[in-house]
T-cell receptor, first 116, second 113 residues
């Protein structure tokens, strides 16, 4: 079975802490994504990466950074966590296609982050 | 504003009934996808329909796409309690750029035994 694994299901952090969310996929996918999900807002793209060491900002990158040192691993970093970053964080991956459209995403189980 | 918007926001039915969820979007698309999310979990891909397709089936799922109305519907036939979940549509807009799937806020489906 293909798998996207997020390191933590639940995480509680204090305001101002540096937070690392890890995501690993075993499908040799080129593209990886970080979304956050809030009630009534759907999924919003934070960052995505289309290759090792390559990244692009999504719709809401402020307050976040990412790291992709290896193809299978994509990390989301909250430099100084704030209460408005309390949310469900979802990692996803997919193969890069030659055409300019997007195929289906494979998601991890999510990390529910609470910042107190 | 969101590209995909699901309707209704919530749906409550009895086992055995059919469930229909709708998705409207604003711009031209390459494809439209439906995902399912069990409570507190990640999303699981259900079905993808391309812009040149009008209808697609997968087991008890039937998806239609009307590009002239910029809308899609997901029909789940003979629903089961295990179908209880949130369902999201995601659009791949032609002008959205690579890797820019846009998700709606979802429909919460409750199927009662």
């Amino acid at each position: 079975d293909v798998k996207v694994t997020q390191s933590s299901r639940y995480l509680v952090k204090r305001t101002g802490e540096k937070v690392f969310l890890e995501c690993v996929q075993d499908m040799d996918h080129e593209n990886m994504f970080w979304y956050r999900q809030d009630p009534g807002l759907g999924l919003r793209l934070i960052y995505f990466s289309y290759d090792v060491k390559m990244k692009e900002k999504g719709d809401i990158p402020e307050g976040y950074s990412v790291s992709r040192e290896k193809k299978e691993r994509f990390s989301l970093i909250l430099e100084s966590a704030s209460t408005n970053q309390t949310s469900m964080y979802l990692c996803a991956s997919t193969h890069r296609t030659r055409q300019s459209y997007n195929e289906k995403l494979f998601f991890g189980s999510g990390t529910q982050l609470s910042v107190l | 504003s969101q590209q995909g918007e699901e309707d209704p926001q919530a749906l409550s039915i009895q086992e055995g009934e059919n469930a229909t969820m709708n998705c409207s979007y604003k711009t031209s698309i390459n494809n439209l996808q439906w995902y399912r999310q069990n409570s507190g979990r990640g999303l699981v891909h259900l079905i993808l329909i391309r812009s040149n397709e009008r209808e697609k089936h997968s087991g008890r799922l039937r998806v239609t796409l009307d590009t002239s109305k910029k809308s899609s519907s997901l029909l789940i036939t003979a629903s089961r309690a295990a179908d209880t979940a949130s369902y999201f549509c995601a659009t791949d807009p032609i002008s959205g750029g690579y890797n820019k799937l846009i998700f709606g806020a979802g429909t919460r489906l409750a199927v009662h035994p």
